[in-house]
């Protein structure tokens, strides 16, 4: 009878050590905390400051791909006045692990959509949201998404073993060798 109730802890265990788990909301502050920066740039006599406020991760909302959505701001100084916007760009990605600094990094990271608010800016300051969207692409490609601390005993232990992703609605699944 013992034996009996113990085989669903048994179960539960034997699961535990063939994959760990990342949260969505895990992705998104540590993007939050270490990826998003302020961007300005001088452009034919126009001063530009942009920069990303915030992204925000869905995971698995399309087999696995992993959606990032970077929101930002825009001032344009122009020598009539300046001109302030919002921006969201949205991209997707798939996710890869990479065993050498134990960080997930995205591949086949695509533009999907760039929107500014107010709409009517969309005609005269595009071609910037646009600029400043493929360097949110450019930010999101050369830096890891997620790094597992080796500095914890846990983390150390999963980063050595992890051999894979898989993407699955809400979380990233760390499957190990």
Not at 48 to 55: A, P, Y
Not at 69 to 91: C, H, R, V
Not at 123 to 147: F, H
């Amino acid at each position: 009878m013992k034996r009996l109730l113990l085989l669903p802890l048994i179960l539960w265990l034997a699961g535990c050590a063939s994959q760990y788990s990342i949260s969505e909301q895990q992705v998104q502050q540590y993007l939050n905390d270490k990826v998003v920066k302020q961007v300005k740039l001088d452009s034919d006599g126009m001063k530009i400051q942009s920069g990303i406020t915030r992204l925000d991760v869905k995971l698995g909302e399309q087999p696995e791909r992993i959606s990032v959505t970077a929101f930002g701001e825009l001032k344009i100084d122009t020598p009539l006045f300046p001109l302030y916007a919002s921006m969201q760009a949205k991209f997707n990605a798939k996710p890869r692990y990479q065993a050498s600094n134990h960080g997930l990094y995205l591949d086949d990271l695509q533009l999907e959509d760039v929107s500014l608010t107010p709409e009517k800016l969309q005609t005269l300051i595009g071609p910037v949201a646009r600029q400043m969207a493929n360097q949110a692409k450019s930010l999101l490609q050369q830096q890891p998404i997620y790094v597992l601390n080796s500095d914890k005993p846990k983390e150390a232990t999963i980063a050595e073993m992890t051999q894979s992703i898989k993407v699955e609605p809400g979380k990233l699944t760390l499957l190990f060798k």
